[in-house]
């Protein structure tokens, strides 16, 4: 019988990437809907006080050269600006105090966060059908949850081919891993903290 070591080594890395953090994405999503972002605009301020944190953390990753030379197109991806103008719909300040951020600083560690990043664009099909409520969109107040220019499907196609055309070390795949779980674990903190 086919063991679960086996059956992860027949994945491709993007694949193992979602294997081995689904359960970390899971209880995200459980919490952040336990959060009911939508249900009024008070909870979406949170959410999107959330959201800034998480896009302010892993921005640097977007400008950094050895990043963009493993995934081209990198620099053009990030959601940061889009998350400060949804605050300034809101008529808040993108202010933010800096000892609640978390950058990596490890290159293998970042693409797990990249991963965490980016994947979370794809989820964001049905958060963003749910600002329609609070009658939030792409021009106001939902922007970066909108869905890149290319559309969602072929923009997500497109970075995990990057992740799987990278070829990495055993020792690198299991830093990237822990990147992404780090990265889903800050998600979580900073959750909590918002909400406490
Ligand atoms: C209520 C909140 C969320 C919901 C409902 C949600 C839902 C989803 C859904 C439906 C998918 C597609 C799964 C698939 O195709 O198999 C997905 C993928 C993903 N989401 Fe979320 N998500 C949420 C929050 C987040 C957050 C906050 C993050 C990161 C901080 C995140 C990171 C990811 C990643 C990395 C993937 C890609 C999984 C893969 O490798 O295919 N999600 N999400």
Redesign the pocket.
């Known amino acids: 019988m086919e063991t679960t070591q086996e059956k992860t080594e027949t994945l491709t890395f ?1 694949k193992r ?2 294997y081995s ?1 689904r359960t970390n ?1 899971d209880s ?2 459980s919490l ?2 336990n959060s009911e972002p939508f249900a009024n605009e008070e909870n979406y301020i949170k959410f999107l006080r959330l959201q800034h944190i ?1 896009h302010l953390s892993v921005a640097p990753l977007y400008q950094n050269a050895d990043l963009q030379a493993l995934f081209p197109g990198l620099a053009d991806l990030p959601r940061l600006s889009a998350v400060e103008s949804d605050l300034n719909d809101l008529g808040l300040k993108a202010d933010v105090d800096a000892s609640l951020l978390a950058t990596p600083t490890n290159l293998y560690q970042a693409i797990g966060w990249l ?6 664009n ?2 964001a099909a ?2 963003y059908k749910e600002t329609q409520k609070l009658k939030f969109d792409a021009e106001h107040g939902a922007r970066h949850l909108a869905a890149h220019p290319e559309g969602r499907a072929p923009h997500w196609r497109k970075f995990v081919a990057q992740l799987d055309a990278l070829s990495l070390t055993e020792e690198q795949e299991a830093q990237a891993v822990k990147g ?1 779980m780090d ?2 674990a800050f ?1 979580k903190k900073t959750l909590s903290n918002l909400n406490s």
């Open positions: 993007a990437l979602k953090t994405h995200v999503d952040v809907m998480f991963y965490c990043s980016e994947g979370s794809i989820g049905f958060l992404a990265a889903f998600y």
